[in-house]
RNA sequence: GCGCCUGUGGCGGAAUUGGUAGACGCGCUAGACUUAGGAUCUAGUUUCUCCCGAAGUGCAGGUUCGAGUCCUGUCAGGCGCACCA
């Protein structure tokens, strides 16, 4: 009888085996190189994991055993994302506490994880949603807090520093990054009380309480921060999001928008993911420039606005100024005459709401009656009020030069505004030339057209656009018009959320001052609340709860009913937003559980900073930039030993499910056969929409297990929901009912979830494993398809056949190799360990199986390959590798053994190959050995075998080595 | 609109620095062993052609002795940002 590959029962022998060894359990170890490996922690939502949770799992265990084989002391953790909106969500529905569901979730979550046979250290699980965890999350904010950042050194420094400037200078000419900027003396400074002083500092801190215009949506009654809208509704559930001003915790991330953008230049991440960053953080030099306005068209200017560009060169051609309608200069240049109308623009503006804004692009605007004076030509023109101008960016005015803007020349063509061109060539008479091209002209128009300062006039004809820009801005810095300016796209980040299931900020409210709890009080623990809706007069979940004050004497949490605004003050009502818990995780694994810090100073030393960092691009703009946020202010404090937090990224593709749909008669339910409906597609809709004799029919979900390829089980689904079960269906002429099939992304509600615990249970954790490497490049999406899943089990079991005989007996001696059984082994290291260096596992796959039906043909018995070959395979798959490394006589786990090195000798096989003949030459490609003299090669090509059969009878008349290892011989026949 | 990425058989996808295109798997075809096979094994499988042979990596050019790979243009698909001045 033939040993069979009883996966079941391997698998579970090693995953018991490894829990009582602790294989995989770490500590800091100076003696041996570090290497920190780290998956994005997941949600552990109710649905469990799903295929594609794991496919990074696997790449990075497979890079973690890789590396440990190597003889690094490798960090491969694994924890919680736990705070989250569902398990809110459902505890409003139900009432179950959302930290019960979650943590039964949780549990689920580790028993299919363990299945799958990961190098985890469960000894370092985090979950943010534990104090022991949040205590550092609280922690870190306060001392974001307790910072402000200096733009001089472009670093965090305490705010004390600031404070006690203030009191020497005042404001000063400390160039700090704010909210608004501010000047003040120091008299006025130590004038001030707590509360305003309070106040002016909220201007600088890190972490602040602002008055700002908030994403807020009002279906699930919070705040968002922007890369949780999309295209203007909700990332979760697709809700409406309006602005709205409102007073909030805030980050002041744009402070460290120039750090981020340089660091992109140390760190190996993706091109792609790196542009998103870019973007997203969007840099772009300019000026600002004072312009003077008068509310009429005569006498002295009444003030001055300041507009933002990255035009300078254009100052010649400007022809209106434009503000944001939610500017505050609006009101200050508005005239009586005006007023009515700029009042009801500005009630129209508020009246529509982000996406509205988003998509329609007409032209609207008003005219406010005043007029701002241009600095450089000392023409007026008219300033008005336009949504196209926004609030957050510059400085939410603008000069407007329709010849060389398109938004600008819309604007001028509906109000029948001046086009002034001034690029030589350019036609404007249809649309705006805004290429960064091209020689100026019209600048100035015409002699005295270009105001005289300290005897100097600004010309700029005849220059190159790129010369302009710069002689412009040297133009206004020099005489004080405005000044050089860079602005980043970037905004901070709302920090506070409405809800119930999110870190406590630990802050209580002292006569209306937010004051942080004392550091030894930390953490400040979630109350428990009956309800987790925000109470009846609006106020967050939080406010549900009856012990929720600080008692400053005693320190400690008390009854509300205790606030006397003297000893006791009411605590702060907001939660933090999910990417508190998950900015700086990383650091926390080093030293989880650490009480007295974040992490160890000898830990943080040892671990550094994460090697190679494994999850979804879709993060690019969220977690991946407060990460690098978060870490880069730990690193000013010290705490963070590296600028960057991860050093290499790998964004795994989504994996995506088949969904499919049926198609429901309106208003019967009657289901059609897809192949039966008639399709038409829809302008309007952008989408097709299907008929069934004049009946249009709506598609509906079908779960994906009652369907075998594109067929539909009918018995199947009238037992799946009440929906189905007395449905009629209308079968085709086959008497099959035909589903419509569509990739898209892997989601409970779309009912196209695949259970990674079914191919387990069928096929084993090993074969899982392989063909999920084995699926495609680990960086592409890709649809689940179970079609090439035996392959890969076929090939495990005759790996397994390799070390047994007919009668279950193993079948390896010590026997010496051949210079074939080498070769196949040599072949496959060198080619594996290429790969695994490269993450393209897909590509090793195949070299293993290769291998594996050479050797078994070759009928190798040797231990001194099927030894390495199993070293090989163990990052793979470690269960198989750990059974036959078991029987091999090994008495450690195969996760020590040596990674084996691959040797070329065995690998050249001829010195000369592909002898192709060309106009009377023959060319040669040659095998080059290490440092192989030029010479030399030319004998070795002369005097190969293979070139015998092209040169004999001819005469060699020149050979010409190519750098590289081609070598040309030209020939005369004999 | 701006930026980034990708185009190779029926399918997923391979092809060191430019060097025999289509590895490996799936699917398909034929055969073997079988009562049977959706088990296993063997052979074949880019296209055209009776064969010899020729063409062939989205399309059109270019560089090169030689291009899937480099350059230019173009088309198609995907992703990101988007009245960002």
Redesign the pocket.
């Known amino acids: 009888m033939a040993k069979e590959y009883n996966f079941r029962e391997i698998e579970k022998k090693w995953h018991q085996r490894w829990v009582e060894q602790q294989t995989y359990h770490v500590t800091e170890d100076q003696n041996r190189k570090k290497f920190y490996v780290l998956n994005m922690f997941p949600y552990p939502s109710g649905a469990g994991l799903h295929v594609g949770h794991p496919l990074g799992y696997i790449a990075s265990d497979i890079y973690a055993r890789y590396k440990r084989l190597q003889g690094f002391n490798v960090l491969n953790p694994m924890g919680y994302d736990a705070y989250g909106l569902p398990a809110e969500q459902y505890a409003i529905k139900t009432g179950q506490h959302p930290e019960k569901t979650t943590f039964a979730n949780i549990e689920r979550y580790r028993e299919q994880l363990d299945k799958i046979g990961f190098s985890f250290d469960w000894d370092r699980e985090v979950r943010t949603c534990t104090p022991i965890y949040y205590k550092w999350t609280q922690w870190a904010f306060q001392k974001m807090f307790m910072s402000f950042f200096c733009n001089k050194t472009q670093k965090a420094m305490p705010i004390e520093v600031l404070t006690e400037h203030f009191e020497k200078e005042g404001t000063g000419d400390w160039d700090v990054a704010c909210t608004e900027e501010m000047s003040f003396t120091a008299e006025e400074w130590n004038s001030w009380d707590e509360k305003k002083r309070s106040d002016v500092l909220m201007n600088y801190r890190l972490a602040f309480m602002g008055e700002t215009m908030v994403n807020w949506c009002p279906a699930l009654g919070t705040v968002l921060a922007n890369d949780e809208v999309v295209n203007g509704v909700s990332e979760r559930g697709g809700y409406p999001v309006e602005q709205k001003k409102m007073r909030q915790w805030c980050l002041r991330v744009s402070a460290y928008s120039q750090r981020l953008l340089d660091g992109l230049e140390t760190i190996e991440w993706s ?2 993911i790196k ?2 960053q870019k ?2 953080i ?1 840099r ?1 030099e ?1 000026a600002e420039i004072k312009i003077p306005y008068m509310l009429s068209a005569e006498g002295e200017p009444e003030g001055a606005f300041t507009i ?4 300078a060169d254009t100052m010649f051609g400007v022809t209106f100024f434009v503000l ?1 309608p939610e500017s505050e200069l609006v009101d200050k240049v508005t005239t009586p005459e005006q007023r009515a109308a700029v009042d009801e623009y500005i009630k129209y503006v508020k009246s529509r709401t982000e996406r509205e ?2 998509i329609d ?1 007409t032209v609207t605007g008003v005219f406010c009656g005043a007029y701002g004076i241009n600095p450089i030509t000392g023409e007026k023109c008219p300033i008005y009020v336009a ?4 609030a957050g ?2 400085t ?1 005015a ?1 000069m407007a030069v329709p010849a060389h ?1 398109s ?1 600008d020349y819309a604007f001028a063509k509906h109000f029948n505004l001046p086009i002034i061109p001034l690029v030589e060539g350019a036609d404007v008479s249809e649309e705006s030339y805004d290429a960064k091209e091209g020689i100026v002209m019209n600048s100035p128009r015409t002699e005295g057209g270009s105001v005289n300062y300290d005897g100097e006039s600004l010309n700029l004809n005849g220059k190159t656009i790129k010369e302009a820009i710069a002689e412009t801005k040297r133009f206004v810095k020099a005489h004080n018009l405005g000044r050089v300016k860079v602005n980043y ?1 970037l905004r901070d980040a709302i920090f506070s959320r409405q809800r119930y299931w999110g870190e406590p900020f630990p802050v209580y409210y002292k006569n209306g001052i937010p004051t942080m709890v004392p550091e030894e009080c930390l953490p400040i623990e979630l109350p428990q609340v009956d309800k987790f809706l925000p109470t009846e007069t609006g106020e967050p979940p939080l406010g549900n709860a009856t012990k929720w004050a600080w008692d400053e004497k005693n320190k400690k949490i008390v009854e509300n009913s205790l606030i006397d605004q003297k000893n006791v003050f009411p605590i702060e009502l907001y939660t933090m937003p999910g990417f508190a818990g998950s900015s700086a995780y990383y650091l926390r694994y080093m030293d989880p559980h650490n009480n007295e810090a974040l992490v160890s100073d000898k830990a943080a030393s040892y671990w550094q900073n994460v090697d190679l960092y494994v999850g979804g691009s879709e993060h ?2 969220g977690h991946l930039i407060y990460s690098r946020f978060w870490n880069k202010f730990l690193f000013d404090l010290g705490v963070s030993k590296k600028d960057e937090p991860f050093q290499k990224l790998i964004n795994q593709g989504m994996i995506q499910g088949w969904s499919s749909f049926v198609y429901r008669l309106r208003n019967t339910n009657k289901f059609v056969s897809f192949d039966l409906l008639e399709e038409q597609y829809d302008d309007a809709k952008k989408k097709n929409i299907y008929y069934y004799q004049g009946t249009e029919a709506d598609p509906v979900y079908a779960d994906i297990s009652m369907v075998s390829g594109n067929v539909l089980n009918v018995e199947k689904i009238r037992e799946w929901t009440a929906e189905f079960r007395d449905a009629e269906f209308i079968l085709n002429a086959n008497g099959q009912y035909i589903v419509n099939q569509a990739i898209e992304k892997m989601s409970k509600s779309k009912y196209n979830v695949v259970n990674p615990d079914d191919i387990c249970e069928n096929y084993g954790a090993d074969t899982l494993r392989l063909y999920e490497m084995f ?3 680990i960086e ?1 999406s ?1 649809p689940w398809d179970v ?2 899943i ?2 890969c089990f ?1 090939f495990l079991k ?1 790996f397994w056949m390799l070390f047994w005989d007919k009668d279950g007996q193993l079948q390896v001696d010590d026997s010496e190799p051949t210079a074939e059984n080498m070769k196949s082994l040599h072949k496959l290291i060198k080619k594996v360990s290429a790969d695994i260096e490269e993450f ?1 596992y ?2 090793s ?2 070299a293993f ?2 291998a594996t039906t050479e050797l078994t043909s070759q009928k190798c018995r040797s231990r001194k390959v099927l030894e390495p070959m199993i070293v090989t395979l163990a990052p793979f798959c470690p269960h198989i590798a750990e059974e036959l490394w078991e029987a091999l006589g090994h008495s450690t786990t195969v996760c020590d053994a040596p990674w084996p090195k691959w040797d070329d000798k065995y690998l050249v096989e001829s010195m000369v ?2 002898p192709v003949q ?1 106009n009377g030459k023959v ?1 040669f ?1 040659i095998d080059l050995a290490a440092d192989m003299p030029k010479d030399e090669i030319e004998k070795a090509a002369l005097s190969a075998p293979e070139a015998a059969k092209y040169l004999e009878g001819q005469q060699v008349v020149k050979t010409v080595v ?1 750098p ?3 070598i ?1 011989i030209v020939i005369r026949p004999a």
């Open positions: 091109e792609s542009e998103t973007n997203w969007g772009s300019g933002f560009t990255t035009r944001a804004r988003m692009h949504e196209y101008v926004l960016y510059g939410g603008i803007d938004r796209r690019a703009t699926l495609g490049p592409q890709k079609a090439g035996d392959g076929r005759k393209s897909n590509t796959i195949p199986m290769v190959k592909m060309f060319r490609t190519v590289g290892r081609i040309n």
